[in-house]
């Protein structure tokens, strides 16, 4: 069994839907979660960075983990064209030195 | 602008091939890594340095050496390339360990071993 597990997608949406991306995870030491989007061609870049369980929003991007159920979220809403891209779950324990990787899903927001 | 500067985004090398991969930061990070990413099975450690000449394995070291003589470059090696090393391989830089660091990527190698 996979440390996280990610749903590879694809997954197609309308502009302007609300999208939901979400990660599962068997090892309860993670505490540091995060949200990388990588654009084809192009390294991952950090979207979202969560300690802990709890809810952290920024422009239109919510980040939401549920410790008990071992289970993390993403929310785009108002989801455009430019969101089109491979996300990926990621997460760390304390004092580890390796971010574990989902294997990313890829988004397509269509106009 | 913070930089991860990878040197080749596309490389073909045969089979038994000795294959270096480049990396280059300007942020003045402690951390260095090689990821190597593959459809369905996400990002993999291959192998990290978090000093200068210091060197630990990841996950997938087998097939692999790393080489950092200065703190902001990070060398991949590929000791005698095969098949099974096609693939997409990532480097990274972070400022701290052992807390949830932000890696900064390069965009990437796509190595191609025939």
């Known amino acids: 069994q996979k440390e996280v597990e990610q749903d590879p997608g694809p997954l197609s949406v309308p502009e302007g839907a609300i999208v939901s991306l979400n990660c599962t995870y068997s090892?309860?030491?993670?505490?540091?979660f995060m949200w990388y989007r990588q654009y084809s061609r192009k390294g991952p870049e950090l979207l979202m960075y969560?300690?802990?369980?709890g809810n952290k929003e920024d422009g239109r991007f919510t980040a939401q983990v549920d410790k008990s159920s071992k289970y993390i979220s993403l929310f785009i809403r108002d989801s455009q064209p430019s969101d089109s891209a491979t996300y990926l779950c990621?997460?760390?324990?304390?004092?580890?030195?390796?971010?574990?990787f989902g294997a990313g899903t890829r988004l397509f927001v269509k106009a | 602008d913070v930089k991860v500067t990878q040197s080749s985004r596309y490389l073909v090398k045969r089979t038994g091939e000795k294959v270096f991969l480049e990396c280059v930061q300007d942020?003045?990070?402690?951390?260095m890594f090689w990821y190597r990413q593959d459809p369905g099975l996400g990002l993999r450690l291959i192998y990290f340095?978090?000093?200068?000449?210091?060197?630990e394995k990841g996950d997938i070291p087998e097939g692999y050496s790393v080489s950092r003589e200065k703190k902001e470059r990070f060398s991949l090696i590929l000791e005698s390339a095969s098949t099974n090393q096609t693939s997409m391989y990532l480097c990274?830089?972070?400022?701290?360990?052992?807390?949830?660091?932000?890696?900064?990527f390069g965009s990437g190698t796509q190595l191609s071993v025939l």
């Open positions: 990274a830089s972070s400022s701290a360990l052992g807390v949830g660091e932000k890696l900064f």
């Open positions: 090892n309860s030491a993670f505490q540091y």
């Open positions: 969560t300690y802990s369980s």
């Open positions: 990621a997460m760390k324990a304390t004092g580890g030195f390796k971010t574990i």
């Open positions: 942020m003045d990070h402690e951390n």
């Open positions: 340095s978090y000093d200068v000449k210091m060197k």
